[in-house]
């Protein structure tokens, strides 16, 4: 009986822990106050950032389902400082929340 063995080489590419670490892509936040959640939210990813956060301004915890029925009235950082993913916090009141005028 003969036994053969055969070798097999596989190249494995490099991944993103193999060399240094490349630093997040930040991008100048825009301003985004006045508008409706969902067109804020686009506004940030069209700068190219994809996850941002959304706060209650009103201090009630109230999660915000329908986007479009929510106003940024606030926003952490200010417009043009630099963001990556998750540091853009829009502070939001449901649309007929709003006493001031955007």
Known sequence: MTTSV????????????????AQPKKVPMPNVVCMNLQAAQDEIQRAGVFY????DASGQGRH???????TVVRQEPAPGELIGEGDANLFVLKTDEITTEC
């Not at 055969?6 to 670490?21: E, L, R, S, Y």
């Open 64 to 70: 915000q389902i329908l986007d479009r029925n929510w």
């Open 6 to 21: 055969k070798t097999v080489i596989a190249t494995v590419p490099a991944t993103a822990t193999d060399g240094p670490q």
């Open 52 to 55: 941002s956060r959304s706060t």
